[in-house]
């Protein structure tokens, strides 16, 4: 029992050291690259970017006073002790913005501003979703074990929750292109492109688990095997992982296996691409499901 109380302590503190260390990354991106241009993230922190902006706010203020009442509102529809795990990298988001603000710019051109700070900001955010925390009630990581969660369980919004937050994130843009100029809103929509496939390599890693629902198995297998180099994993509804001679060992019994046939498929970032498209030539009726840690996405 002691055993188990001193690891689950020291995993805590570790989550919390993640999640500190994001929040610092994250304000370096922010207040070092893209606000010395006004340039601003999307979320909760482009909407406090662009208020300080135009008052006399400092923008640690704002992100703690913006994120407080959406958080306190998804605890109330999900988990109940959120704001003890979102806190400590919110607190830490902020705080150092404060310090980092009276420093100046490391880069005076914007396009490398917005890659740098969208780089640093998505590193920020996506260590503490990987390590239980949030930065950014409205940010775009994906499957963040606080949002998702309560947001489904509480009201099942019609649209997924991604889409909710990639259309308040296009408002901010809009909002920021009416208040700071369409030349600005185009770096900024750069920096939060940045950011969010940042956070989502820090999240999930350079690969990604796809399972590829087919009826011609062996045609999407050999063209895997010669286009991509790729083995994949194929299992019916009886089990994972029965050998393919097994499986399928008279002609006339493969027209109803393969019906049920799935592939699995471990598939680098950057072949995601070419991955689609051979699955589509082998089999244009084939359904592509993208396994992630908090839920799967069909294609």
């Known amino acids: 029992m002691r055993k188990a109380f001193g ?3 020291r995993n805590s503190k570790h989550a919390i050291l993640k999640s500190v260390i994001g929040g610092i990354a994250a304000s370096v991106g922010v207040e070092l690259f893209l606000h010395p241009h006004e340039l601003i993230a999307g979320g909760v922190t482009g909407i406090s970017g662009l208020v300080s902006f135009h008052t006399d706010n400092h923008f640690g203020m704002l992100l703690v006073l913006f994120n407080l009442p959406l958080l306190f509102f998804y605890s109330l529809l999900g988990r109940k002790k959120i704001l003890l795990q979102v806190l400590p990298g919110l607190l830490a988001f902020a705080g150092s913005a404060f310090l980092l603000a009276p420093l100046p710019a490391v880069s005076g051109e914007p396009v490398i501003a917005a890659l740098a700070g969208g780089l640093c900001l998505g590193f920020g955010g996506g260590l503490a979703v990987k390590s239980g925390g949030l930065l950014d009630a409205l940010g775009l990581e994906k499957y963040d074990r606080i949002r998702s969660a309560g947001i489904q369980a509480g009201i099942r919004p019609a649209i997924s929750v991604e889409r909710l937050l990639l259309l308040c994130h296009a408002l901010v843009l809009v909002t920021a292109g009416a208040a700071l100029g369409w030349e600005r809103t185009l770096y900024s929509s750069f920096a939060c492109l940045a950011a969010y496939e940042t956070a989502g390599i820090v999240i999930f890693g350079f690969r990604r688990l796809a399972g590829v629902t087919t009826a011609n198995p062996r045609q999407v297998e050999a063209e895997m ?26 002609d006339s019994d493969y027209a109803r296996v393969s019906a ?18 051979v699955v589509r030539k082998a089999d244009p009726q084939a359904e592509i499901v993208w396994v992630e840690r908090s839920g799967m996405k069909q294609e």
Request: net charge positive; no cysteine; hydrophobic share 35%.
């Open 7 to 9: 690891a689950s302590g």
């Open 225 to 250: 095997k010669s286009r991509l180099r790729l083995e994949g994993l194929a299992w019916n509804d009886a089990g994972i992982g029965h050998d393919r001679d097994h499986e399928i060992d008279r």
């Open 260 to 277: 049920q046939t799935r592939l699995i498929y471990s598939v680098h970032l950057l072949d995601v691409p070419r991955f689609k498209a």
